[in-house]
């Protein structure tokens, strides 16, 4: 089963920037649609982004305009650049593999972002 292993969150200011890494384990990752997720404590976990194995992709409402997501299948390697982070984007965050519209095999033990002045 291909292991994800999420880094680079932190403690930044309210419009400040952050890019997180989703390293995998395997080249398979290529073939994968995947999602960056985050969850507050006492909430769902939310799919934030999503990239399609040729590069489409799709955001969340609430980080349209400030969140991109890319990949570098060679890497094996998936990112998310945050830019113009709210406080409201605090939460941890997670990457997973996406299938038929649900995330699909274990969860890492994802990256903390806290966004305070």
């Known amino acids: 089963q291909v292991q994800f292993v999420e880094s680079g969150g932190g403690l930044v200011q309210p419009g400040g920037s952050l890019r997180l890494s989703c390293a995998a384990s395997?080249?398979?990752?290529?073939?994968?649609?995947m999602g960056w997720y985050r969850q507050v404590p006492g909430k769902q976990r939310e799919l934030v982004a999503r990239i399609t194995p040729d590069g489409s992709t799709n955001f969340a409402d609430s980080v349209k305009g400030r969140f991109t997501i890319s990949r570098d299948n060679v890497k094996n390697t998936m990112y998310l650049q945050m830019n113009s982070l709210k406080p409201e984007d605090t939460a941890i965050y997670y990457c997973?593999?996406?299938?038929?519209?649900?995330?699909?095999?274990?969860w890492g033990q994802g990256t903390q972002v806290t966004v305070s002045s």
């Open positions: 997973n593999r996406i299938s038929w519209g649900q995330p699909f095999g274990s």
């Open positions: 395997a080249s398979i990752f290529r073939l994968y649609t």
